[in-house]
């Protein structure tokens, strides 16, 4: 009898012992996912906010004081070039935010499914955008027939608000406001539903323990 007895016990101690372990885990896999949701919105949103001061067209001096000057360059040339200068410095000093969004894409990948993280492609995009167009702009001349037209699209790449301005003449001109506004839309339509139902879930528990 008490062999018996005791294979129950034992029995009954592994059963839940193996549903405590498994709530265990779906806990902290809810927390993971948790994590990743509250890390990737938070990017997103600050990635929106960086590309603001980096295209922002307010210009100081002292962001191209360094800037080297070309052989024989008067004054007027050397101080055209520099804002142009200044956005490829600001561009390297937000270089740490973008290294952290590479290393989140795998765990957002993990999290939401690879094609999931071709959203992070869009920052990528605009990012190199504002690059390639400012490097364009402030060491490149433009010539041909097509001068001003790629001018034009180009300063719309590195000035924030300016693609407003020529939308209706220049169609597809908004190249980086677009894909900076489609990673913070897409990174908000995955994440915002586990934040919010985490809160609510959270906000349900206090208002329960209040009432008792």
Known sequence: MLTIIGFFVTTGIA???FRTFERWKREKIEEKRIDIAIEALELA???QEAFEVIRNPGTLGLEYADMPRRDGEGEPEWSHR???YAILKRVQEHAGMFERLAKLRPRYMA??????ADSFKLIREARAYVVVSAQHLCYRPFVGPDAQNQRTRMECDVWDGLAEVYLADY??????????????EETE????PIIDRTYAAQKSKRWWWSKK
Not at 171 to 184: A, H, L, N
Not at 189 to 192: G, I, K, L, N
């Open 45 to 47: 949103y600050e990635c």
């Open 111 to 116: 999290l939401f499914g690879v094609p999931a």
């Open 189 to 192: 339509r995955r994440c915002r």
């Open 171 to 184: 169609p597809g001109v908004d190249r980086v406001e677009v894909r900076i506004k489609g990673f913070v």
């Open 82 to 84: 520099g804002p142009f």
């Open 15 to 17: 059963i839940f012992g």
